[in-house]
Structure formats: C-alpha cells, structure tokens
C-alpha cells in the first residue's frame, strides 16, 4: 500500500507541482503566463519610469498616439490572440468532451459537506460505494461523473487536474489521471454554506497491482461486531450509516464498510486514528461545526471505546 | 458644421457681453437657489447637497465593509482560530463584497457624478433634482437597514453571488436571503434612477456649444457607465425578484427538481455582474483621465482613443459574464467565445493605461496627492489586468477559479481600478466643495500606506490560492503551507486599513463643507469648467465652450463667467432653471424650470424603505401600508412640476429667446421616460430568455402552451390599446378630456387584454407552482400586471390632472408621457403573449 501520512503540502504550489497528464499542461501556461505577465508589467512600469523620470527624447516618443495605439493596441492584441489559440486548443484536449480509450468511470455526488464514491465498470453499472475518498490507479485516466444531492459543489484535486462544479440536476465530467503512486488532496471549491472550508477529500492513487489488491480488499464487514456494533445499531447510528454486511443501511451519511481504512476523517480534514476518531463521534461539532452528524455526548467512556474500536477495525 | 437644431452658432460671437449686470440679479440668483436651514437639509435637492451626502454615505459603506475585511483577515491570519465563528464570518464574508459591490461602489461613482457634472457641464442641476434626492434617501436608508441586519446576525451568508440552491428556503430558511434579495433588489432601482438622470443630464444640459467632442472625458465615461447600468441592472433586479418568488410562494424558477435551474440564475446574475466590474471601473478610469490631465499640466493624449475604448468595453463587457461560469461544464466552444471576450476587453483598458502614461510623458507629472493615487492606481490596475488575462484562459481558470487567486485578481482590478482613482479624486476635488484642501504632507503616508498595504495584503492570496486555498473559507487546516502567505495578507490588511484611518484624520482636520461658495478653488489648475467660480446656483453664468479645457485656452473665462457676461446671468422666470441643450451640439433650445426643494422625495424614499424591509421581516400589513404612502408621496411630488406656463419664451442673454417648455422627444421628460421604458424592457427580456433558457435546459418538464390561436384576440386588444393610447396626443387639442378618456380607455383595455392572457394559460392546467416553465409564464403575467397597474395609476393622474385644470392645451407632458408608457404596456404584453406561446411549442 501507499504510505499512510497525509503530506505536508504548500511547496512548491499544488498547481504548479502537477501530477498527471490533466494537470501538466496547465502548469506549463501558468508559468508561461506568470512570466509574460511579470514582463508586461516591468514594460509598462519602465514605460510609466520614462514617462516621470526619463530623457525628453524618449518621453517625445512616448507622448503620442503613436505609442498609444503600439504599446496599448497592436501589441495586447498581437498577444493576446497567440494566447486565445492556445487557450482553445488546450481547453479541447483537456476537456472530458472526449473520453479516451479504457478510462475508469468513477461516479462523485457532492452533499453538504462531505462525498458519495460510487465506482463504476465499464458499463457504467455501479460496483462499490465509499465516501470521502477516492482510488483510482495510476497511469489509467479516470472519468468523474460529477453531481451534487444539495446545493452546487466543485470538485478540485490541484495536482490532478482544474475543478468542475457539480450542479443539482446535471452530470458534469471531469478526467483525471495520476502519474505516480500518492495521495493528493482534494477540496470543494464551491461555496456550499456552513463548513464548506471543512469538505475536504484525499485521492489515493496506487500502482495497478497495488489498485487490484485494494479493489479485491472491498468485501462487506467481516469485523468482529461485538458490543461496539450492537451500539452502533442501537445508538442511532445506523439510521444514517450503511456498513455493508451488517443491517446497517442508513444512507443519509457516509458508507462506513471501510472507514477503519480511511486516511481521513471528517472529509478530509483530522488524520485517522483511534483517538480521532472518538473525538469525532462524542463531538463532531466541535470539530465541524454545522456538519450533520450530531454530538454523541451520552456515550460513556467505556461505550465510546468499544464503538471505536469496532468501527477502526472496519478496514 | 451642420446645423442640429437650426440654432445659428454666430449667435455664440455675442458672448462675452459688454454691458455690466445688475447686482440684484446676483441677489435673486442667491435667494433662489439658497441654502436649506435646520431640517430642510433633509429636503435638499440640489446636487451640491445631494452629491455631498451621497458620496458621504456610500464612503461609510467603504470603510464599514472595510472594518469587517479586516475581521476576516483577523480570523484567516493562522489556520483554525476562532475569532469568527462560522457562521459569523460566512455572514460577514457574504456582507464584505455585498457592500462594497453594491452599497459602496457603484452608489459611490453615481455620486461623484450627481456632484460633479453639473458643474463640469455649467449646469445648474441636474435635469431631475428630485429624483435624486429620492434615489439617494432610498439608497441610505434602505442600505443602512440592510447593514445593521450583521448586528443583529440576521444578515445574508450565502455569499453576494447568491447561488441558488443553497439561497432557496430548504437550504436558507432565515429572513437573512430575504433581507439581500429585497433590500439589494431595491437599492438596484435606486441605481437606475440615478442612470437615467445621469444619461438625461450629460446629453441635454451640456453648456451650449459643448459639443460631444468637447465633453469632458469624465462625462464621457459617466455616460457610458449609465447605459451600461440601464442595460445590465434590469438581469439582477429580475433575478432576485424571481429567487425572492421561489422562496415565498415555491414557483420552482431555480429548483432542478422541479424543472428549473440553478445555472439560470447564474447567467441572470454574471450579465449583471460582470459588466458591474466595467460599470465601477469606467468611471473611476474617467476620473482618472481628468486628474492625469492636470497632474501632467498637458491636454490629454488621445482623447477620442479613450472615448472609443470606453464604448468599446461597454459593449464587449457584455459578452464576458459567462467567464464567471468556466467551471460549470459548458461546452468547449462556448468558453471559447466568453475566453475571447474576455481577453479583447483587455485591449480598450490597454489603450487607456498608455494613454495616462502618453500624457504623463508629454508634460511635466507632479508628485502631488492626486499624481500619486493616480501612479499607484496605474500599477495595481495593470497587475490586476495581467491576472485578468490569465484567468480568461480557460484551463488556467479551471484551476485558479473560486480559489484565493481570483480573490487577489478581484482586489487588484478593483482596488487599482476604482479605489486608488477615487482617492485621487477625493484630493482632487475636495477643494471644490471644502474651505481647505486636504493635507499634501499627510497624503504621501496615506498613499505610502495604502500601496504598500494593498500589495502586501493582496500580492500573497496569488500564491495562496496556486497552493490549493479555495476561497470563502471561514478558516484553513495547518499543514499545506497556507500559513504564512494568510498571515503576510493580515498584516498588509491592517497597513491598508492604517492607511485609511489616517486619510479620516486628515479629512477631520482639514475637510470643511463649503458648497458653493467659498471653497479652497482649483488648488491643483485644472482647465474643466467645474473649477469656474461657482455658488450654489453653478456658474454666475453658462459660458460657451468651445475647446475641451475652456479655462486654458481663456484665462480671461473665469472673470466674464462671473461677472454674468454668458448665458442666463440671471433667473429669467423668478425660478430655479437650466438651459437644455441638443445632444450633439450642445446648442440651447429650451430653458428647463427646475423643481426646488421638497419632502415629498424623502417621504417616497422612506416609505418606500419601508415597504421592502416590513417585507422582508414579513410584516404585510405595515408593508402595504408603506408601500401606498410611498406610491401617494411620489404622486404628490410630481403633482407640483409639469405645470401650465405663465412666460413662454424668454431672453436667456444677448437677446437670443428660448421657450420655457416644450413638448415631445425634444423634451427632457420624454427621454426619461423613454430610458425607463428601456429598462422595464431589459427586465422583460431578460425574463424572456429565462423561458428559453428552461426550455432547452429542461425539455423534460415543458409542456405544450396553450394555441397561439387564442392569442389572436388578446393581440387584437392590445392594438386597440396601442391605438386609443396614441390619440390621446392628438385628442388633447380638442380637450383634455378627451384625452385622458383615451389613455383610461387604453389602460383599461390593456388590463382585459392580459386578463384574457391570464385566464388563457389558467385554463391549460400549468400552475406556477408546477414546474419551471410555469414558473416564468406566470412570472411573466406577474410583470405584465406591474405594468398595466402602473398604466392604470398613471392614467387616473392625468385624469386628476385634467379635473384640477392643470391639464394645458394642445400639447402637455403628462399626457405624452403617459401616452408612452401605455403604448409600451401593449406592446409588452404583445409580446409576452406571442412568445410564452412560442417557446416548447413544439415540443
């Protein structure tokens, strides 16, 4: 597997560290524009400096329609039409108007203020359901069919590839494709209200081998149960949580049949861990303030260990 | 040069004239035009008062969604804090750019405009003095009631776009959508009256002889900016009309589920909202193309290469909005062509920039208060514009769009674009209406601040959001390197805000109201006519213009202006007047009497704030209420101008006689009611296109309208409608009874002909709760009703008119204006008929 810590992001830049064919190109323009625009900018700063400071003979020159009409007319549309073809060109080869050959179809439905996974074969029938996190193998381009249950989500992985909003109603498509094993982190870049700074998500990219044993590794609960499953049924978790293999069927909130494994809790945003993930059930609020799972502060101490422990093990 | 109005210009050779004016005029021109005492400050009309207490106001709003800019970047200043809990900041973050778009920056160019062109034009007012009084008492009361609902944590958090669904009531059952939508919806109408005013003034009370190539470039780009208004701000009104009409009664404009779509309000908002950034920029770019001008000492170079540019980005401003939208899954080719717009609008910014610099080159710049915002303004604007660039190629903004990029990008264009010009021109022009000008020695640290500041605080959120930071987030996780740019921007935040703090201590110390007369004067020697002497009548008297910077090429202009050797040295009819010019040549062709003070606009002003907020906190009755009260305020208001004339024609200097009213489009009431007619027109259309863009988006849930063959009556009224209400013109010779029988008839007419529509479309079983074309189709009955309820109330108005007598024969302008708006209401509901029945049908 992958390794298990979130990385430190920041340096240099998600978009300008790409990470697949989707996200490459952009880069590419974004330094290319980044540095024509600090070279515009020096013209027209050492144009404004002539224009103060500099000799009469070169102000004479500045000072009339003439350089109006070059530096202000003829030279932005010389630019900027070299710019629009490229734009166009690379806004079609990047687009999901075309589906390339053997890509993998992965359904994402965004909800207030976390992410339905549906995975899907070949023929689009669906084949497994997760939440909040997203496997894909690498080197294989994926389509995401994007839709939103609520309110207008979007969908951004930086360094897979630019965002696509998911609008109630539609099904928008977005390809991605990573080229190296990692995890790469996504967020909702749609204001969706409340803690929309919280809805967060991680796409864990793996070798192919790596994505195999993971796909065959996604069987109902086999896990002990026990007391900590007879709470998660009797509390009212199961109300909204599904955990396949249990008569937990609940279909409000996350699939959980395989949150031991999560990298993340919360969507995206506290590490995975016994501890967190007590923190979460006594008290998301606290943690997510306005998300919809309510605090469970009637667990006793001992009731909220044995429900950890028993969903951790949900792997 | 051709004649426009057979005014013959060797009449102009006859100014300045020989003879010394009697001082008693002066005297008369004063008491006419005096100064309000205790609480008629409340009913001043006059643009110097006006002007005043506007761009006070909207400098509040400034520096009040400034405060809460500030909050924000306190909270995001380290990862996780809680110094604005979520909701807060979603509140304050939504209320940060509602105010600042909305309450600060548009109102705030509309006000410069109230107080700076009639003087600029050698006007005495503006054409309609009342209706700005009105606009600016609806717009301070209506946007302080809409401010004060943060302190009571009531206020709007869906963010100022206002994307539906989150903004429908399953998502936000509060009042706080209600509050935005009612309340910017009715500071919007504010705006557009301000518009038609502005339009009205800059084409028909020029100075004679100021033809269009004459105007000051200022006038030019308040023009544009006003069209520009009259055009886009009818797409927002509309809009959340309709999203208020889907939260109250559940007509489904917007709800996918129910055959609407969120991407229609989308479009609604963005053709508003973009041109918006156009319509804040092109004044301010105005403004800045006077203060270079007299910065540099040297007439502006290119001139007409500027007034072409500002056309221009009114026109292709309105073929960018969809860039706001890259990300919501249009096909390539149409982000293709809003990727073009969006670039070709940088073309005009360009030629505008190196126009500035042109005229910095040519003369001898000063680094005075005004050279340095006008310098700094230069380099952020065209940092802001090189982003623009980036961000209008589509797949560098599927990755920088809705992150802490735009939000630099935004900040850049509108800070450089707008702020920095306004406080250029706040040094600027202080001196025309304070004792004192500003403080030279404090400015250079206002300046050194707020640049510094605004680079600081700004320069970081690029990098930011490159780094994966989405935008309105109420806080960050530690981890991803957001840390140190975010603390970076807090403290450039708080510089710009130190910046600003101080330019309030000079303005304490130094800003001494003085309107009219005994103002600092042209500290800085600019060569427009707003710098002439003036009181609170304008200018002594109206000069000819013949060149773009009167005041240098005649130094002697001053001196004759004053000393009343021009136009209308004097109060002809004993009444506040201005002469109304030709649009093009600026050639005088009647003298306008001008309504004085009253409370009835501040009564109309109140009542109408008060219908829409007891709206919005749902209490009906008060609403109702309020809103007849408004409705009588405004009758009453009206009831006192457009009367009978007892002087038809007088000398308005050099023996040259103009009537003192006139009737038909030479009219300045009939422009403005034609400007209205466009609006009302804008928001049909756009009402229009919403039925369109349902249907091809939502096929699923047409159904088939009724036959266009039962439209065939309804079209039949409304042409008899059509017709009745053209003969009420022509009626008005023979009496006006007559004639206010055939605008009643018409109105009544119309109100059957749409009664048929209603019952057309009640009777095919679409209800407009039941699905998103329903929805438009009763929505567009909805506006037809408004039209013909204006249409009936303005029909009983001149009937009143007649029965009192204040009805003159054979032409008046009551009636013709009336007349117009009843051939519109037709021709409207013509319209609406035909098309709902078009749209889907065959399907």
């Known amino acids: 597997m992958t390794e298990r810590t979130l990385p430190s992001e920041g340096w240099p830049p998600a978009v300008l560290d790409p990470a697949g064919p989707y996200s490459e190109p952009v880069t590419l323009l974004a330094w290319v524009l980044l540095a024509g625009g600090t070279v515009i900018l020096a013209i027209v700063l050492g144009a404004l400096w002539i224009a103060l400071r500099g000799s009469p003979r070169l102000k004479t020159r500045l000072g009339g329609e003439k350089a109006i009409w070059i530096l202000g007319f003829a030279f932005p549309s010389v630019v900027l039409t070299g710019l629009l073809v490229w734009g166009l060109m690379l806004t079609s080869s990047l687009s999901a108007a075309r589906v390339p050959e053997g890509a993998m179809r992965v359904k994402v439905i965004g909800e207030m203020w976390w992410w339905r996974v549906h995975y899907q074969d070949g023929q689009g029938r669906e084949t497994l359901r997760d939440a909040n996190e997203l496997h894909i193998p690498i080197g294989q381009p994926v389509l995401l069919e994007l839709e939103a249950a609520d309110v207008i989500h979007s969908f951004w992985v930086p360094r897979l590839g630019g965002k696509m909003d998911m609008i109630p109603g539609r099904t928008n498509r977005l390809l991605i494709e990573a080229d190296a094993p990692g995890i790469y982190k996504g967020q909702c870049a749609e204001y969706c209200g409340g803690p929309h700074a919280l809805m967060g998500f991680v796409v864990v990219a793996h070798t192919p081998a790596d994505f195999a044993r993971w796909q065959a590794s996604r069987l109902p609960s086999q896990g002990a149960g026990g007391e900590g499953l007879a709470l998660f049924l009797s509390s009212g978790c199961a109300a909204c949580h599904t955990i396949r293999g249990t008569p937990a069927r609940g279909l409000a909130g996350p699939d959980l049949t395989h949150v031991g494994s999560r990298r993340t809790l919360g969507a995206g945003i506290l590490p995975n861990n016994p501890g967190t993930m007590a923190r979460w059930v006594a008290d998301s609020q606290a943690i997510k303030p306005a998300n919809r799972m309510p605090a469970y502060h009637q667990f006793s101490g001992e009731e909220l260990q044995a429900l950890t422990a028993y969903l951790v093990t949900l792997k | 040069m051709r004649w426009e109005t057979g005014f013959d210009p060797a009449l102009y050779d006859r100014f300045p004239t020989r003879d010394e004016r009697p001082k008693e005029e002066e005297e008369e021109l004063r008491r006419i035009w005096c100064k309000p005492k205790g609480w008629e400050y409340l009913f001043a009309v006059n643009n110097n008062y ?338 623009g660039v980036m961000v209008a ?162 130094p002697a ?126 928001i049909f259309l756009m009402a229009l296109f919403s039925l369109a863009f349902l249907s091809s988006n939502q096929p699923g849930f047409w159904r088939p309208p009724p036959p266009l063959g039962e439209a065939i009556s309804i079209l039949g009224l409304y042409a008899v409608a059509i017709g009745l209400a053209l003969t009420a013109r022509a009626c008005l010779r023979r009496s006006p009874f007559w ?41 567009l009955l909805a506006l037809q009703a408004c039209a013909a309820a204006i249409a009936i109330l303005m029909a009983l108005y001149c009937a009143a008119r007649a029965v009192r007598g204040l009805v003159p024969q054979p032409r008046n302008n009551s009636i013709d204006l009336t007349m117009l708006f009843l051939v519109y209401t037709a021709a409207q509901g013509v319209t609406g008929a035909l098309v709902s029945r078009l749209v889907g049908a065959g399907g």
Not at chain 2, 70 to 76: G, S, V
Not at chain 2, 364 to 382: D, E, H, W, Y
Not at chain 2, 432 to 438: D, E, N, Q, T, Y
Request: net charge neutral; with cysteine.
């Open chain 2, 393 to 554: 190629m589509v797949p560098f903004d599927w990755q920088a769009h809705d992150s802490y990029f735009i939000v630099a990008h935004l900040h850049y264009v509108l800070i450089g674009g707008m702020v920095f010009p306004l406080f250029a021109a706040f040094y600027y022009w202080i001196p025309m209406v304070s004792k004192r000008a500003l403080s030279e020695r404090l400015a250079k640290w206002v300046f050194g601040l707020m640049f510094l500041g605004m680079n600081v605080a700004f320069l970081p959120m690029h990098l930011a959001g490159l780094q994966g930071m989405p935008r309105r987030v109420y806080t960050y996780l530690p981890g991803q390197g957001f840390e140190l740019p975010n603390l970076i921007s807090t403290v450039g935040a708080f510089m710009l805000g130190l910046g600003v703090l101080l330019f309030l201590v000079d303005l304490a110390r130094n800003f001494r109201l003085a309107p009219g007369e005994g103002n600092a004067g042209n500290v800085y020697g600019g060569g427009t006519l707003e710098w002439l002497p003036s009181e609170l009548y304008s200018t002594r008297s109206i000069p000819v213009v013949t060149s773009r910077e009167p005041l240098w090429d005649d």
């Open chain 2, 557 to 682: 202009l001053a001196h004759e202006v004053e000393k009343g050797r021009y136009f209308l040295p004097r109060s002809a009819t004993g009444r506040r007047e201005t002469i109304v010019t030709s649009p093009l040549l600026a050639e005088p062709q009647y003298l306008q009497i001008m309504p004085g003070p009253s409370p009835w606009p501040f009564a109309a002003a109140i009542f109408t704030a008060g219908f829409f907020l007891a709206l919005t906190v749902q209490a009906y009755m008060f609403a109702w209420v309020s809103g007849v009260l408004a409705v009588i305020s405004v009758l009453r208001w009206l009831w006192e101008t457009d009367r009978p004339v007892e002087i038809e024609g007088v000398d308005i200097g050099a023996d040259i006689r103009v009537p003192t009213y006139v009737t038909g489009p030479a009219s300045h009431g009939w422009w403005a009611m034609v400007i209205l007619l466009v609006v009302m027109g804008m």
């Open chain 2, 739 to 779: 004639s206010v029988f055939a605008l009643l008839l018409s109105a009544a007419v119309s109100s059957a002909a749409l009664g048929m529509d209603y019952v057309s479309w009640s009777s095919s079983e679409l209800g407009p709760t039941a699905s998103g074309q329903g929805a438009v189709v009763y929505a």
């Open chain 2, 50 to 387: 006006i002007g005043i207490y506007y761009l006070g106001t909207a400098f509040l709003f400034f520096l009040m969604a400034g405060v809460l800019g500030l909050l924000m970047r306190a909270q995001l200043a380290a990862p996780m804090l809680e110094i604005l809990p979520q909701g807060t900041y979603n509140q304050v973050f939504t209320m940060h750019g509602t105010v600042m778009m909305f309450l600060f920056a548009v109102p705030a160019v509309e006000a410069a405009g109230v107080l700076l062109l009639p003087q600029m034009l050698a006007a005495r007012d503006l054409p309609f003095p009342r209706l700005s009084a009105y606009a600016f008492w609806a717009y301070a009361v209506g946007g302080l009631c809409f401010f004060a609902s943060i302190f009571v944590g009531l206020a709007p958090d869906g963010g100022w776009f206002m994307y539906p669904p989150l903004t429908s009531k399953a998502y936000s059952p509060g009042i706080n959508t209600d509050f935005w939508l009612l309340g910017i919806g009715f500071i919007e109408i504010s705006a557009i009256a301000g518009a038609i005013e502005i339009i009205v003034g800059v084409l028909r009370t020029r100075a004679p002889g100021m033809r269009l190539d004459r105007m000051p470039i200022f006038a030019w780009a308040m023009l544009v900016f006003a069209v520009m208004i009259v055009i886009a701000f009818p797409s927002i009104i509309l809009g959340t009309l309709l999203l208020e009409i889907e939260r109250a009664f559940g007509w489904p404009f917007f709800d996918a589920t129910r055959g609407g779509d969120p991407l229609l309000w989308q479009h609604l908002f963005w053709f508003f909202g973009h041109p918006e950034v156009y319509i804040i920029f092109l004044p301010a770019a105005g403004m800045m193309s006077m203060i270079v001008a007299t910065v540099a000492g040297e007439r502006l170079v290119g001139y007409r290469l500027i007034v072409l540019a500002m056309i221009a980005t009114g026109f292709i401003s309105f073929g960018v909005w969809a860039h706001h939208m890259f990300t919501t899954g249009m096909p390539p080719m149409t982000t293709g062509f809003f990727s073009a717009a969006s670039m070709a609008v940088n073309v005009p910014a360009g030629i505008q920039v190196f126009s500035w610099i042109a005229t910095l080159a040519i003369g001898k710049p000063k680094f005075n208060a005004p050279g340095l915002f006008v310098m700094g303004s230069i380099v952020i604007f065209v940092t802001g514009g090189l982003t």
